[in-house]
């Protein structure tokens, strides 16, 4: 009777015991296996999230939204894997599952690659931010969901009662390894020398092999899956090239030279990326870069500092206007550059020398002045880097101009209120005693600030001097008109390093300029 109590009271351990997977040390191969798994699946996560962003580019742009946008819902997918990925560990017996899923993953990025041009396309047509988390919703959500799975399933499959918790560090942390790798792989080795589709195409072959090499120990069919990523080759190219006479995929932009009419223009990421334009004839474009050619009519023109060259357009105006004039420009990205030498006719010498540097930091380390200062800094779209229209900024700008210097600025705002515009007045305030606006149509504003006093009656007269070269004359007579000294709201936001909302006065700017035009093509 004592031994039926003791019975009931010890027990044997339970069945599912025995069947965990977990119960039993793992042979050599397959801890090898399992950790070679969680290592490259976190390689293979960070590859798509930062391929994503130059992928998402030439459809929505760069800006915080959509960086922000992006991220969330990579994490949203990662701690759906994660918990899925626990779950079922939780109840398999074997690793296949996981193979399983990750082979899905595999599988479901070729589908991907083979619809992701129209998909971009379509979406782009959205509101707001919209665009960018449907789009990272269907193109990287199911398979990081599935990459995901792999750290949990392979800590319980490791797992012992006493080094739950060692076994759980070491798969984290070589899945952060290999985070690591991708990250650095990507942004220095991938994205210059393969492009986007190209690593695409690579992301999703290494998830395809680790699907299959890990289920064929179960299934041994499994290696004809091997035979799949050859099929990427043919899978359609993004459509970037499409009409374009260049194009090339930089660490910094998607780069395009494409032929519109007479017209030649490089655009930067989205089309809405216009740099610069070149006109058959060679002189003005009829864009806002030809008031650029204002400059040498307002201020002294020996030394002329451009930040942010582009292909060169506000370059070749000034000249229209002071063809002796010496220019220092400064431009982030050497596509760009090699794209104004290749289609725009740029060319280095005693009259331009090129600089490949970012605006600011190369500011910071220069002691030379220049009588006027050139200022069209983008993300290679509609949104200015913050960091670039701040109080600080300005100050580093006034500081490498001679007393009588100029700041030439483009400003896009096609806002109502003018909010980003009245902003971008209200700081230049703050060091130049003398800011003046000429306002173009479709939204672009040239701004001049002046580093010394001078009447509005004063600039109008120098635009409208007789010896004004001929062939910008009419562009003068126009500005002279034009030209007006606006008073911003007394509650303007001021840009500073510390708070400077410019992409959100951004975003609700072009936000109302999109509703307009709907509500116009409605009314029609």
Not at 178 to 200: C, D, E, H, K
Not at 449 to 469: M, N, T, Y
Request: aromatic share 8%.
């Amino acid at each position: 009777m004592a031994k039926r109590v003791r019975a009931r009271q010890d027990p044997q351990p339970p069945v599912a015991v025995a069947e965990a997977p977990t119960s039993a040390a793992p042979g050599r191969g397959s801890l090898a296996l399992w950790l070679a798994t969680a290592t490259i699946t976190g390689a293979v996560i960070m590859v798509l999230e930062l391929v994503a962003f130059r992928l998402y580019a030439p459809a929505f742009g760069y800006s915080v939204y959509v960086w922000g946008s992006m991220i969330g819902v990579v994490m949203i997918a990662l701690a759906a894997g994660y918990a899925l990925g626990g779950r079922l560990a939780d109840r398999s017996k074997t690793d296949a599952p996981l193979y399983v899923a990750i082979l899905a993953g595999g599988v479901y990025q070729g589908v991907i690659l083979c619809v992701v041009g129209p998909l971009l396309a379509r979406l782009a047509q959205a509101e707001g931010i919209d665009g960018s988390l449907v789009a990272t919703l269907i193109i990287f959500g199911p398979p990081m969901t599935a990459l995901a799975m792999t750290s949990p399933f392979v800590t319980r499959f490791l797992a012992r009662a006493k080094t739950v918790g060692a076994t759980a560090g070491a798969v984290y942390a070589l899945a952060t390894i290999g985070s690591i790798a991708g990250v650095f792989a990507t942004t220095f080795l991938l994205v210059p020398t393969l492009g986007t589709r190209a690593i695409l195409m690579l992301a999703c072959g290494t998830t395809v092999v680790v699907g299959v090499v890990g289920l064929a120990r179960h299934r041994p069919a499994a290696w004809l899956g091997l035979l799949a990523p050859a099929g990427l080759a043919w899978t359609p190219p993004l459509g970037w090239s499409e009409g374009a006479l260049w194009v090339k995929e930089s660490p910094y932009n998607l780069v395009r030279v494409l032929q519109h009419g007479r017209e030649l223009r490089l655009v930067l990421n989205d089309e809405t990326g216009v740099q610069s334009v070149r006109e058959d004839s060679g002189g003005l474009t009829g864009h806002y870069f030809d008031d650029f050619a204002l400059g040498p009519l307002l201020a002294p023109s020996k030394r002329i500092l451009v930040l942010g060259m582009g292909a060169g357009s506000s370059i070749r105006a000034s000249w229209l206007s002071a063809p002796e004039a010496v220019v220092d420009a400064v431009e982030i990205d050497p596509a760009v550059v090699e794209a104004g030498r290749r289609y725009f006719g740029l060319e280095t010498g005693d009259r331009l020398r090129i600089q490949i540097a970012d605006a600011r930091p190369w500011l910071a380390k220069q002691r030379a002045t220049y009588d006027i200062a050139h200022v069209d800094l983008f993300h290679g779209g509609l949104y200015q880097p913050f960091y670039l229209v701040t109080e600080e900024f300005f100050r580093q700008v006034a500081d490498h101009l001679e007393p009588d210097g100029l700041l030439i600025m483009n400003v896009w705002d096609a806002g109502s209120d003018l909010a980003l515009l009245s902003a971008t007045v209200a700081t230049l305030r703050r060091v130049f005693p003398t800011v003046v606006v000429d306002s173009l149509p479709g939204g672009s504003h040239e701004v001049f600030a002046f580093k010394s006093s001078r009447s509005l009656d004063d600039l109008r007269a120098a635009l409208r001097r007789p010896d004004v070269p001929a062939s910008i004359r009419p562009l003068a007579r126009r500005a002279a008109m034009n030209l007006t000294e606006p008073a911003p709201p007394a509650d303007t936001p001021i840009f500073t390093d510390d708070f400077a909302p410019v992409e959100d006065l951004t975003r609700r700017m072009i936000a109302e300029a999109r509703a307009r035009a709907v509500g116009s093509r409605r009314s029609r």
